[in-house]
C-alpha cells in the first residue's frame, strides 16, 4: 500500500499540467465553452479592476467587464493571437469604459499630450524609488494609501500605472491595452511614479523617522 504522502505525491506528478491562454483560445475557437470559461476566469480580476478604475464605480465595471466577455465571445475567430487573451480582452474593456464615462458625462474625455523627451528627463529622479509603488500595493495596511493617491492622479496616467505595475503587464501589452504607443506608456508611467512618490514621500518620511525613533530606545 502506498503511504498517503507517497500517493499524493504520486497523484500530483499525474496531474496533467493546466493548459496555457493560447491552448484555452484554440480550444475555445472549436467551440469548447469550458475553454472560454477558463480564460474569463484566469482574466475577469484584472478586466474589472481596470473597468471599475476607469469608471469609479462598481456597477459600471461590473457592466462593462460583462460586455467585454460577451464581445470577445462574439469576436473571439478575429483574434490573432498576437498577444495574450488578457490583453485583448482588456483593451475591449478600456473602451467599453471609456465610452460609458463619455456617455455619463456627455463629453469627451481630455487626454493630455506626452512629451517624451520632459517625461524621459525623469528617470533618473523616479529610479530610486524605495519601497517601489507595486511593493507598496501588496502591503494591506498601505493600500488605501496608494488608491487615494492613485484616485488624485489623471486617468491616463493612473490607468497606465495600473495595468503596468499593478496587474504586470508589459510595456507592449499595456500599450496594446490601452491602444497608445510603446513611448506614450513609458512617458505616463514615468509621470505617474514620480508623482505618485511625491504624494507618498510625506507617509515613508513619517515611518522612517518612526522606526529611528523606535530603534534609539
Excluded at 496555457?20 to 475553454?35: I, T, Y
Excluded at 498577444?83 to 458625462?105: D, E, K
Aim: aromatic share 6%; net charge neutral.
Amino acid at each position: 500500500m502506498i503511504p498517503a504522502t507517497e500517493h499524493g505525491a504520486a497523484s500530483e506528478h499525474l496531474r496533467p499540467p493546466e493548459p496555457s491562454d493560447q491552448e484555452l483560445v484554440r480550444a475555445a475557437k472549436q467551440g469548447r465553452a469550458d475553454a472560454f470559461e477558463e480564460l474569463v476566469r484566469r482574466s475577469q480580476g484584472m478586466v474589472f479592476r481596470v473597468a471599475q478604475h476607469i469608471t469609479g464605480s462598481r456597477e459600471d465595471a461590473e457592466e462593462v467587464t460583462q460586455e467585454a466577455f460577451l464581445s470577445a465571445f462574439r469576436n473571439l475567430e478575429r483574434f490573432e493571437e498576437r498577444s495574450r487573451f488578457s490583453t485583448w480582452v482588456t483593451r475591449i474593456a478600456v473602451n467599453a469604459a471609456l465610452m460609458r464615462l463619455r456617455a455619463r458625462r456627455g463629453e469627451e474625455a481630455r487626454v493630455l499630450p506626452d512629451d517624451p523627451a520632459t517625461s524621459l528627463g525623469l528617470a533618473a529622479e523616479v529610479a530610486d524609488w524605495r519601497p517601489n509603488p507595486e511593493q507598496i500595493y501588496g502591503r494591506s495596511e498601505l493600500r488605501e494609501i496608494l488608491t487615494r493617491a492613485l484616485a488624485a492622479l489623471p486617468r491616463h496616467y493612473s490607468t497606465v500605472f495600473l495595468l503596468r505595475d499593478v496587474e504586470g503587464l508589459s510595456t507592449a501589452e499595456t500599450a496594446e491595452a490601452l491602444g497608445i504607443s510603446i513611448t506614450a506608456v513609458k512617458a505616463r508611467l514615468l509621470r505617474a511614479r514620480l508623482r505618485l512618490r511625491q504624494r507618498l514621500d510625506p507617509y515613508f518620511r513619517r515611518e522612517e523617522a518612526q522606526s529611528t525613533s523606535s530603534g534609539g530606545r
